[in-house]
Nanobody, 126 residues
């Protein structure tokens, strides 16, 4: 069973950047697809980005495509979400999630992921 801990959230101005990290422990990291999701106040949790076990395949939601980049380092058991050109509508709690899979067909649904971190809050001020 893998444990996930996110970090790197905070307060940033409109147009700024943040880099979120998710450290994994307790499992073989390279056996997992990794995803980032977010949940704004009063809204459902939504997909942001995902990366396959090798780091070679990524997918993004339309709302972040071109601004966010997901990457991973299996030797460091870490996945990152680089967020550039942040907008107030990016304000949310960001969650890291893991799915036991070595497929490069990436899943976008929350139900497809087995393990979740507790989240890190990102606030973008206008």
């Amino acid at each position: 069973q893998v444990q996930l801990v996110e970090s790197g959230g905070g307060l940033v101005q409109d147009g700024g950047s943040l880099r979120l990290s998710c450290a994994a422990s307790g499992g073989t990291f390279s056996m997992y697809t990794m995803g980032w999701f977010r949940q704004a106040a009063g809204k459902e949790r939504e997909f942001v980005a995902a990366v396959d076990w090798s780091g070679g395949t990524t997918v993004y939601s339309d709302s972040v495509k071109g601004r966010f980049t997901v990457s991973r380092d299996n030797a460091k058991n870490t996945v990152w979400l680089q967020m550039n050109s942040l907008k107030p509508e990016d304000t949310a709690v960001y969650y890291c999630a893991a799915r036991s899979s070595r497929s490069n067909v990436l899943q976008l649904r929350t139900q497809s992921y087995n393990y979740w971190g507790k989240g890190t809050r990102v606030t973008v001020s206008s």
